[in-house]
Protein backbone atom coordinates (compact mmCIF):
# COMPACT_ATOMS: atom_id res chain seq x y z
CA UNK A 1 0.00 0.00 0.00
CA UNK A 2 2.85 2.50 0.80
CA UNK A 3 4.52 1.25 -2.33
CA UNK A 4 1.70 2.04 -4.09
CA UNK A 5 1.52 5.70 -2.79
CA UNK A 6 4.25 6.85 -3.25
CA UNK A 7 4.53 5.47 -6.75
CA UNK A 8 1.41 7.64 -7.62
CA UNK A 9 3.11 10.49 -5.47
CA UNK A 10 5.80 10.30 -7.87
CA UNK A 11 3.68 10.14 -10.93
CA UNK A 12 2.96 13.81 -10.06
CA UNK A 13 6.07 14.68 -8.85
CA UNK A 14 8.34 13.82 -11.64
CA UNK A 15 6.40 16.33 -13.94
CA UNK A 16 7.97 19.34 -11.34
CA UNK A 17 11.78 17.25 -11.90
CA UNK A 18 10.81 16.05 -8.12
CA UNK A 19 10.68 12.42 -7.13
CA UNK A 20 10.92 10.97 -3.75
CA UNK A 21 13.35 8.37 -3.08
CA UNK A 22 13.41 5.05 -0.75
CA UNK A 23 16.09 2.96 0.97
CA UNK A 24 16.54 0.17 -1.71
CA UNK A 25 15.22 -3.37 -1.10
CA UNK A 26 17.91 -5.52 -1.66
CA UNK A 27 18.45 -8.92 -1.19
CA UNK A 28 19.97 -9.57 2.15
CA UNK A 29 22.59 -11.96 2.54
CA UNK A 30 23.68 -13.76 5.62
CA UNK A 31 27.32 -13.53 6.53
CA UNK A 32 27.80 -16.86 7.12
CA UNK A 33 27.13 -17.47 3.31
CA UNK A 34 30.18 -16.26 1.35
CA UNK A 35 29.66 -15.79 -2.41
CA UNK A 36 31.58 -18.81 -3.38
CA UNK A 37 29.67 -21.11 -0.96
CA UNK A 38 26.21 -20.23 -2.54
CA UNK A 39 27.36 -20.41 -5.91
CA UNK A 40 29.12 -23.72 -5.06
CA UNK A 41 28.15 -25.88 -7.90
CA UNK A 42 29.67 -23.22 -10.43
CA UNK A 43 33.04 -22.68 -8.44
CA UNK A 44 33.60 -26.29 -8.24
CA UNK A 45 36.71 -27.37 -10.68
CA UNK A 46 35.94 -29.62 -13.76
CA UNK A 47 38.11 -30.95 -16.36
CA UNK A 48 38.25 -29.30 -19.63
CA UNK A 49 40.57 -30.49 -23.02
CA UNK A 50 42.23 -28.68 -25.59
CA UNK A 51 40.71 -27.29 -28.62
CA UNK A 52 41.13 -29.91 -31.66
CA UNK A 53 38.10 -29.61 -34.22
CA UNK A 54 38.92 -26.11 -35.97
CA UNK A 55 36.45 -23.53 -36.72
CA UNK A 56 33.74 -23.94 -39.12
CA UNK A 57 33.03 -20.79 -41.00
CA UNK A 58 34.19 -18.92 -44.12
CA UNK A 59 36.44 -16.63 -42.70
CA UNK A 60 38.45 -19.23 -41.01
CA UNK A 61 38.74 -20.94 -44.37
CA UNK A 62 40.25 -17.98 -45.36
CA UNK A 63 42.53 -17.61 -42.87
CA UNK A 64 43.17 -20.98 -43.46
CA UNK A 65 44.47 -20.53 -47.18
CA UNK A 66 46.62 -17.14 -45.78
CA UNK A 67 50.27 -16.69 -45.04
CA UNK A 68 51.99 -14.80 -42.37
CA UNK A 69 48.56 -14.13 -40.02
CA UNK A 70 48.53 -14.88 -36.67
CA UNK A 71 45.01 -15.54 -34.88
CA UNK A 72 43.53 -17.95 -32.20
CA UNK A 73 41.18 -20.07 -33.14
CA UNK A 74 37.92 -19.07 -30.84
CA UNK A 75 38.30 -15.48 -32.25
CA UNK A 76 36.26 -16.88 -35.88
CA UNK A 77 33.10 -17.43 -34.46
CA UNK A 78 33.38 -13.68 -32.62
CA UNK A 79 34.16 -12.14 -35.52
CA UNK A 80 31.58 -13.73 -37.82
CA UNK A 81 29.08 -12.74 -34.91
CA UNK A 82 30.01 -9.17 -34.63
CA UNK A 83 31.68 -8.12 -38.86
CA UNK A 84 28.59 -9.92 -40.58
CA UNK A 85 26.51 -7.28 -40.36
CA UNK A 86 29.10 -4.79 -42.37
CA UNK A 87 29.60 -7.19 -45.36
CA UNK A 88 26.66 -5.99 -47.77
CA UNK A 89 28.60 -2.34 -47.99
CA UNK A 90 31.82 -0.71 -48.75
CA UNK A 91 33.16 -0.24 -45.47
CA UNK A 92 36.84 1.49 -43.68
CA UNK A 93 38.27 -0.73 -41.30
CA UNK A 94 41.53 -0.01 -39.31
CA UNK A 95 44.02 -2.76 -37.68
CA UNK A 96 46.22 -1.78 -35.58
CA UNK A 97 49.33 -4.51 -35.56
CA UNK A 98 50.46 -5.80 -39.29
CA UNK A 99 53.30 -7.99 -38.91
CA UNK A 100 53.11 -10.14 -41.68
CA UNK A 101 49.96 -8.51 -43.27
CA UNK A 102 48.18 -11.65 -43.86
CA UNK A 103 45.01 -10.49 -41.54
CA UNK A 104 45.08 -7.51 -43.78
CA UNK A 105 45.05 -9.66 -46.69
CA UNK A 106 42.20 -11.74 -45.14
CA UNK A 107 40.09 -8.89 -44.32
CA UNK A 108 40.10 -7.56 -47.77
CA UNK A 109 38.91 -10.84 -48.72
CA UNK A 110 36.33 -10.94 -45.94
CA UNK A 111 34.82 -7.86 -46.52
CA UNK A 112 33.03 -5.69 -49.51
CA UNK A 113 35.70 -5.94 -52.36
CA UNK A 114 35.58 -2.04 -52.53
CA UNK A 115 36.26 -1.98 -48.70
CA UNK A 116 39.22 0.26 -47.49
CA UNK A 117 41.15 -1.86 -44.95
CA UNK A 118 43.63 -0.02 -43.14
CA UNK A 119 46.56 -1.17 -41.16
CA UNK A 120 49.24 0.58 -38.88
CA UNK A 121 52.64 -0.51 -37.17
CA UNK A 122 55.82 0.99 -35.66
CA UNK A 123 57.53 -1.46 -38.08
CA UNK A 124 58.36 0.21 -41.33
CA UNK A 125 58.78 -3.41 -43.07
CA UNK A 126 55.30 -3.57 -42.62
CA UNK A 127 54.89 -1.02 -45.97
CA UNK A 128 55.69 -3.81 -47.91
CA UNK A 129 51.90 -5.12 -47.30
CA UNK A 130 50.02 -2.46 -48.69
CA UNK A 131 48.11 -3.24 -51.91
CA UNK A 132 46.71 -0.03 -53.05
CA UNK A 133 44.99 -1.61 -56.02
CA UNK A 134 42.98 -4.10 -53.42
CA UNK A 135 42.54 -1.21 -50.87
CA UNK A 136 45.06 -2.05 -48.41
CA UNK A 137 46.40 0.87 -46.94
CA UNK A 138 49.74 0.33 -44.42
CA UNK A 139 50.60 3.37 -42.32
CA UNK A 140 53.87 3.70 -40.15
CA UNK A 141 53.55 4.75 -36.84
CA UNK A 142 52.52 4.22 -32.82
CA UNK A 143 49.49 3.22 -31.58
CA UNK A 144 49.98 5.35 -28.78
CA UNK A 145 50.89 8.74 -30.71
CA UNK A 146 47.73 10.44 -30.81
CA UNK A 147 49.19 12.78 -33.76
CA UNK A 148 49.43 10.23 -35.84
CA UNK A 149 46.36 8.38 -35.35
CA UNK A 150 44.38 11.87 -36.33
CA UNK A 151 46.27 12.09 -38.95
CA UNK A 152 45.56 8.35 -40.38
CA UNK A 153 41.96 9.12 -39.18
CA UNK A 154 42.19 12.41 -40.91
CA UNK A 155 43.37 10.40 -44.17
CA UNK A 156 41.56 6.99 -44.39
CA UNK A 157 38.96 6.82 -41.84
CA UNK A 158 36.46 7.94 -40.06
CA UNK A 159 36.05 3.87 -39.65
CA UNK A 160 33.53 1.27 -39.85
CA UNK A 161 35.69 -1.57 -37.24
CA UNK A 162 38.48 -0.64 -35.63
CA UNK A 163 40.15 -3.98 -34.41
CA UNK A 164 43.19 -3.22 -32.27
CA UNK A 165 46.14 -6.47 -32.18
CA UNK A 166 48.88 -3.81 -31.84
CA UNK A 167 51.74 -4.18 -28.92
CA UNK A 168 48.83 -5.66 -26.07
CA UNK A 169 50.23 -3.57 -23.49
CA UNK A 170 47.28 -2.56 -21.30
CA UNK A 171 48.29 1.01 -21.43
CA UNK A 172 48.52 0.99 -25.22
CA UNK A 173 45.16 -0.62 -25.58
CA UNK A 174 43.67 2.17 -23.19
CA UNK A 175 45.57 4.87 -24.92
CA UNK A 176 44.34 3.97 -28.36
CA UNK A 177 40.83 3.54 -27.42
CA UNK A 178 40.89 6.85 -25.87
CA UNK A 179 42.19 8.45 -29.29
CA UNK A 180 40.21 6.29 -31.30
CA UNK A 181 36.21 5.81 -30.04
CA UNK A 182 35.11 8.99 -30.46
CA UNK A 183 36.50 11.04 -33.24
CA UNK A 184 37.90 7.80 -35.51
CA UNK A 185 34.93 5.47 -35.09
CA UNK A 186 31.74 5.51 -36.90
CA UNK A 187 28.38 5.50 -35.68
CA UNK A 188 26.88 2.10 -35.86
CA UNK A 189 30.30 1.12 -36.09
CA UNK A 190 32.43 -1.73 -33.62
CA UNK A 191 36.23 -1.33 -31.90
CA UNK A 192 37.37 -4.22 -30.77
CA UNK A 193 40.52 -5.28 -29.30
CA UNK A 194 41.94 -8.51 -29.09
CA UNK A 195 44.37 -10.92 -26.87
CA UNK A 196 42.89 -8.93 -23.74
CA UNK A 197 44.48 -11.81 -21.79
CA UNK A 198 47.60 -9.92 -21.53
CA UNK A 199 45.54 -8.26 -18.37
CA UNK A 200 46.47 -11.37 -16.20
CA UNK A 201 50.00 -11.29 -17.61
CA UNK A 202 52.42 -8.80 -15.74
CA UNK A 203 54.76 -8.36 -17.83
CA UNK A 204 52.18 -6.98 -20.22
CA UNK A 205 50.75 -5.10 -17.65
CA UNK A 206 51.85 -1.37 -17.70
CA UNK A 207 48.96 0.69 -16.55
CA UNK A 208 47.14 1.43 -13.19
CA UNK A 209 43.92 -0.18 -14.11
CA UNK A 210 44.61 -3.39 -16.76
CA UNK A 211 42.15 -3.65 -19.72
CA UNK A 212 39.89 -5.59 -18.77
CA UNK A 213 38.90 -3.96 -15.54
CA UNK A 214 39.13 -0.25 -17.97
CA UNK A 215 36.62 -2.01 -20.33
CA UNK A 216 34.15 -3.05 -17.08
CA UNK A 217 34.21 -0.01 -15.78
CA UNK A 218 32.45 0.56 -19.68
CA UNK A 219 29.88 -1.38 -18.35
CA UNK A 220 28.89 0.78 -15.33
CA UNK A 221 28.59 3.42 -18.15
CA UNK A 222 26.12 1.71 -20.30
CA UNK A 223 24.33 2.14 -16.82
CA UNK A 224 25.11 5.89 -16.17
CA UNK A 225 21.29 6.93 -17.30
CA UNK A 226 19.95 5.33 -13.69
CA UNK A 227 22.66 6.28 -11.99
CA UNK A 228 20.64 8.70 -9.27
CA UNK A 229 17.52 8.53 -10.60
CA UNK A 230 14.47 6.70 -9.60
CA UNK A 231 12.69 4.42 -12.32
CA UNK A 232 9.88 6.69 -12.42
CA UNK A 233 11.77 8.75 -14.26
CA UNK A 234 11.77 6.76 -17.02
CA UNK A 235 8.22 6.40 -17.16
CA UNK A 236 5.36 8.67 -19.51
CA UNK A 237 5.51 12.14 -18.09
CA UNK A 238 8.55 11.73 -16.53
CA UNK A 239 10.41 11.83 -19.69
CA UNK A 240 10.47 15.82 -19.50
CA UNK A 241 12.15 15.48 -16.00
CA UNK A 242 14.96 14.19 -18.25
CA UNK A 243 15.25 16.96 -21.23
CA UNK A 244 18.26 18.81 -18.86
CA UNK A 245 20.07 15.20 -18.70
CA UNK A 246 23.84 14.90 -19.02
CA UNK A 247 25.46 11.67 -20.34
CA UNK A 248 29.32 10.81 -20.39
CA UNK A 249 30.20 10.39 -23.70
CA UNK A 250 31.03 7.20 -23.79
CA UNK A 251 27.69 6.75 -22.61
CA UNK A 252 25.91 8.50 -24.45
CA UNK A 253 27.70 6.53 -27.48
CA UNK A 254 27.96 2.94 -26.43
CA UNK A 255 24.90 -0.03 -27.21
CA UNK A 256 26.90 -2.91 -26.11
CA UNK A 257 30.03 -4.32 -24.44
CA UNK A 258 30.90 -7.78 -25.14
CA UNK A 259 33.56 -9.45 -23.12
CA UNK A 260 34.73 -13.17 -24.58
CA UNK A 261 37.79 -14.90 -24.16
CA UNK A 262 40.61 -12.22 -24.71
CA UNK A 263 38.55 -10.15 -26.83
CA UNK A 264 36.45 -7.34 -25.86
CA UNK A 265 34.46 -5.62 -28.16
CA UNK A 266 31.91 -2.07 -27.68
CA UNK A 267 29.75 -1.24 -30.19
CA UNK A 268 29.02 2.33 -30.96
CA UNK A 269 25.60 3.64 -31.07
CA UNK A 270 24.21 7.19 -30.21
CA UNK A 271 21.45 6.37 -27.60
CA UNK A 272 18.43 8.08 -26.37
CA UNK A 273 17.85 7.77 -22.64
CA UNK A 274 15.61 4.81 -22.07
CA UNK A 275 11.76 5.38 -21.58
CA UNK A 276 9.65 2.62 -19.93
CA UNK A 277 6.14 2.51 -20.80
CA UNK A 278 3.68 0.04 -18.68
CA UNK A 279 0.53 -0.76 -21.37
CA UNK A 280 -2.35 -2.06 -19.63
C1 LIG B 1 50.40 -9.59 -33.13
S1 LIG B 1 51.22 -8.67 -34.36
C2 LIG B 1 49.94 -8.30 -35.50
C3 LIG B 1 49.44 -9.51 -36.17
C4 LIG B 1 48.49 -9.30 -37.30
N1 LIG B 1 47.43 -8.38 -36.99
C5 LIG B 1 47.91 -10.66 -37.64
O1 LIG B 1 46.73 -10.89 -37.31
O2 LIG B 1 48.61 -11.48 -38.19
C6 LIG B 1 51.51 -7.18 -33.52
C7 LIG B 1 52.11 -6.05 -34.35
O3 LIG B 1 51.96 -4.86 -33.59
C8 LIG B 1 53.06 -4.04 -33.86
N2 LIG B 1 53.19 -3.06 -32.77
C9 LIG B 1 53.79 -3.20 -31.56
N3 LIG B 1 53.74 -2.08 -30.85
C10 LIG B 1 53.06 -1.18 -31.62
C11 LIG B 1 52.68 0.17 -31.44
N4 LIG B 1 52.95 0.84 -30.31
N5 LIG B 1 51.99 0.77 -32.42
C12 LIG B 1 51.69 0.12 -33.57
N6 LIG B 1 52.03 -1.18 -33.79
C13 LIG B 1 52.70 -1.82 -32.84
C14 LIG B 1 54.24 -4.98 -33.98
O4 LIG B 1 55.27 -4.38 -34.74
C15 LIG B 1 53.59 -6.18 -34.66
O5 LIG B 1 53.81 -6.14 -36.05
Not at 143 to 169: C, K, M, R, W, Y
Amino acid sequence: MMRKLLTLANKVLVRFNLVIVTTPQVLSVSSSSSPDSLLADLTEKVPVVPATAAPNNELFRLFSKEQNVHKWHHYFEIYERHFDRYRDRPIRMLEIGVAGGGSLRMWQKFFHPDSTIVGIDIDPSCLAHENADLGIQVRIGSQTDNGFLAAVNGELGPFDVILDDGSHHTSDQIASFGALFRTALNDGGCYIVEDTHTSYWSDWVDSLETFIEFSKRAVDLLHEPYVGRVGLEFWDGGAEALEEARLTYLSANLSCVSFYDSIVVFDKKARSLPRVELRQ
